[in-house]
């Protein structure tokens, strides 16, 4: 069974950066679109920054615009987040999500919590501090 694994969290100091990646074990993932999702201590999941297969569209929320890019690798079958210029209100947990059954909007995949992802990662802990 496909599942999604993530690595390169960590604990950085504000103004950092740090390269989340996104891989599939298990077997070869073949997805419609797939994003980092992040959760805050107290706070709800939030999309951050999706990306599409089919024309390589991508969506960021407004809080990482200009800092985060996402990026795939096909040949590996990796999606990365590259995070720059890191903030403390950048720490939580970062997951990745895939869709693979429908075809939709990358701001659909990224801001409507009820559109169901077909995978998730377990996720990993980026700590924003000095």
């Known amino acids: 069974q496909v599942q999604l694994v993530e690595s390169g969290g960590g604990l950085v100091q504000p103004g950092g950066s740090l390269r989340l990646s996104c891989a599939a074990s298990g077997g070869s993932l073949d997805y419609n679109t797939i994003g980092w999702f992040r959760q805050a201590p107290g706070k709800e999941r939030e999309g951050i920054s999706c990306i599409s297969s089919r024309d390589d569209s991508t969506y960021y929320a407004d809080s990482v615009k200009g800092r985060f890019t996402i990026s795939r690798d096909n040949a590996k079958n990796i999606v990365y987040l590259q995070m720059n210029s890191l903030k403390p209100e950048d720490t939580a947990v970062y997951y990745c999500?895939?869709?693979?059954?429908?075809?939709?909007?990358?701001?659909?995949?990224?801001?409507?919590?009820?559109?169901?992802?077909?995978?998730w990662g377990q996720g990993t802990q980026v700590t924003v501090s000095s």
């Open positions: 999500a895939a869709n693979a059954f429908q075809i939709t909007t990358v701001e659909v995949m990224c801001l409507v919590p009820q559109f169901e992802k077909d995978y």
